[in-house]
């Protein structure tokens, strides 16, 4: 199966060797196996709360990527339980990816990780499916510090990258500032869909996240005026 654009625009946020990397959510586990076939870490760890889904994927692995001590690949583990139960290694660098699931389901997984892990760094890369903007409150209230981040569109639908760690200095933007390029037509057409979603929320008070994308959105027409 062919890897999406978003999960390969994942794949190359991974620069480094890490001690453990783990896949949350993994689904068919396809980028996990792109992460085990370049040997990004000392174990990749599969992550997912299905058995069925952990089962089929634990069996394709053995077939296409088992591990011997000649291979050049990272050794792997599947894991079917709650991320939000993850406990991470105290010992090495620790990345954890969550990718492909909903932003409100990304905090509540991440208050679980927090809980059970609070004497431990680590860095994170998210890519949620919506509510964005709450959880980027989130992440940032949760002392996560911004490594990178990255805007990419694939069939008609925009994901948000976010690179993090909790050792990270960079302050995290609630409306992603370092990952906007408003001269592409696509960065732009993002940001008018979601400043229309906003708008569409409607109610008694204005969203904070409409005025703030707003914000943006008046900046760049002065830049470019």
């Known amino acids: 199966m062919k890897t999406s654009k978003r999960l390969t625009a994942i794949n190359q946020h991974v620069i ?3 001690q453990d990397i783990w896949d949350c959510c993994c689904d068919h586990g396809l980028l996990g196996a792109e992460l085990v076939k370049r040997n990004s870490a000392s174990c990749v760890h599969f992550v997912d709360c299905v058995p069925q889904i952990c089962q089929q994927l634990e069996r394709q692995l053995q077939q296409h990527l088992a591990y011997s001590s000649s ?79 990255q805007l990419i569109e694939e069939n ?3 994901y948000e990258i976010l ?8 302050p995290i933007s609630h409306v992603g500032d370092a990952m906007w390029d ?3 037509p696509e960065h732009r057409a993002y940001l ?15 969203h904070p996240a409409l005025r703030a994308y707003e914000t943006l959105q008046k900046k760049s027409s002065l830049d470019n005026s």
């Open 163 to 170: 690179h993090l760690s909790t050792t990270a200095n960079s």
């Open 71 to 149: 291979s050049l690949t990272s050794p792997w583990q599947v894991h079917c339980q709650d991320v939000a139960q993850l406990k991470l290694s105290k010992n090495g660098s620790q990345l954890v990816i969550i990718a492909g699931v909903g932003g409100e389901l990304c905090i509540q997984l991440l208050k679980g990780i927090l809980e059970h892990n609070h004497a431990v760094d680590f860095e994170l890369i998210i890519c949620p499916v919506h509510y964005q903007y709450e959880l980027r409150q989130f992440l940032q209230s949760n002392g996560f510090g911004l490594i990178d981040e």
């Open 182 to 184: 408003l001269s592409k």
């Open 192 to 206: 008018n869909k979601t400043i229309a979603h906003y708008c569409r929320m409607g109610g008694k008070t204005v």
């Open 16 to 18: 480094k060797h890490y």
């Open 156 to 158: 008609r639908r925009y």
